[in-house]
């Protein structure tokens, strides 16, 4: 039922439109004259996020989203087709995550247009600043959305891939704070932060703490000089869960080795931590769930419901209560050069989205 050709072309021209998080009005401007040749009343909240309406259909409005923003490099994308599979030139990323999602929300809406198709009234949410850690799902007017149920454009690998889960997630922003000096003269005189800073990462279960928890403190900056004691480090770090309260715990713990080492050694821990969003866990019998599977079924892909690892922009959608999960657009190895996507599974990603919508139909 997908038009492929359509499909194709229409990635190709959106992954041509540079849209690095915080700079998306461009591609907004092009989607909002998208949604609105396919008869959808679009707007746009205060953070700059596109929601759209196509209140025609039977049953409860059903939500559709996926972000515009892309990570760096992703400027002046030239995407290239190489044996049935999309490619960027190799100098940029080529911008499927999550691009890709974004054609196949369109192509889904036309397919149904254009072909007659059974289907509830659909919701549309493209967010902003996604890579920045949710941003734009966290600061959507959700008023504007009556869906009980969503899909979320925005995974890997091949069709089947049903993600049921997603952890919580805390960002530290830390500031060690010492006492400067120099260091061939008179080291004892300083309080040497960066040395600070090391003693609270040994003090921290840093890596993979269990099953479903992990910890990393990505980056460190400070120091001023060679031959200076460093009076001031800079940390930033996160933790994970798909249970919110090992989170807390994990967190707490950061919190603690954090302050009781910067007292030690007579210095200052300011702590800036940010509970960026929540861990959720669908049941396997959740309607939207069921949807996805019997869609994967009827087209011959074998069903696969995983634990995510990371957070989408589903987490915010199910905070605020609308059961959402998110499900392959076939993107791979995004983030990198390498980042490509076959057309065969990204036809399939859509199909399954399309059937998915079809099945919710009242």
């Known amino acids: 039922m997908i038009n492929q050709e359509r499909l194709v072309d229409t990635f190709l021209e959106l992954v041509q439109i ?27 909240d205060d953070f700059g996020n596109l929601i759209a309406h196509w209140d025609e259909g039977k049953g409860e409005p059903f939500l559709l989203s996926g972000h515009m923003d892309t990570v760096e490099p992703g400027r002046d994308i030239k995407p290239v087709i190489r044996d049935g599979v ?4 190799g100098t940029t990323i080529l911008g499927s995550d999550d691009k890709s999602g974004i054609a196949i929300i369109l192509e889904v809406i036309q397919t149904i247009q254009e072909q ?30 009556k869906a009980k149920y969503g899909l979320v454009l925005d995974s890997g690998g091949e069709p089947g891939k049903i993600t049921c889960s997603g952890p919580s997630l805390d960002k530290f922003l830390v500031t060690l704070r010492g006492r400067a000096a120099h260091a061939g ?16 990462l040994t003090r921290m279960p840093l890596g993979r703490v269990d099953e479903e928890t992990t910890c990393n403190m990505g980056a460190i900056e400070g120091g001023s000089a060679r031959n200076a004691v460093p009076a001031e480090v800079k940390l930033f770090g996160e ?12 967190s707490a713990i950061i919190v603690s080795a ?8 007579g210095g200052e821990a300011i702590i800036d ?11 396997d019998d959740a309607p939207i769930i069921q949807a996805v599977v019997k869609a994967n079924e009827e087209l011959g892909y074998e069903p696969v419901l995983r634990e995510g690892g ?32 076959s057309i065969e599974d990204f036809v399939g990603c859509a199909e399954v989205a399309l059937k998915a919508v079809m099945n919710l139909a009242g």
């Open 86 to 89: 999309i490619y960027s030139d």
């Open 239 to 250: 933790a994970r869960s798909r249970d919110n309260t090992k989170l807390a715990l994990l």
């Open 116 to 145: 007659n198709l059974p289907h509830p009234p659909i919701e549309v949410a493209i967010s902003v600043q996604e890579e920045r850690g949710l941003e734009g799902a966290r600061h959507l007017d959700i008023s504007r959305l």
């Open 18 to 44: 540079d849209s690095p998080s915080g700079e998306e009005d461009a591609i907004r401007e092009d989607l909002i004259v998208r949604f609105q040749a396919l008869g959808l009343d679009t707007g746009v």
């Open 258 to 265: 954090l302050e009781r080492t910067a007292a030690r050694w």
């Open 273 to 283: 931590l940010d509970h960026a969003y929540a861990a959720y866990r669908l049941p």
């Open 310 to 341: 990371g957070g989408t922009d589903g987490n915010h959608y199910n905070a605020a209560g609308i059961q959402t999960v998110t499900i392959s657009s076939g993107q791979m190895d995004v983030h990198t050069v390498d980042e490509h996507i």
């Open 185 to 200: 003269l008179r080291p004892e005189a300083g309080i040497d932060a960066l040395a600070m800073a090391a003693e609270a």
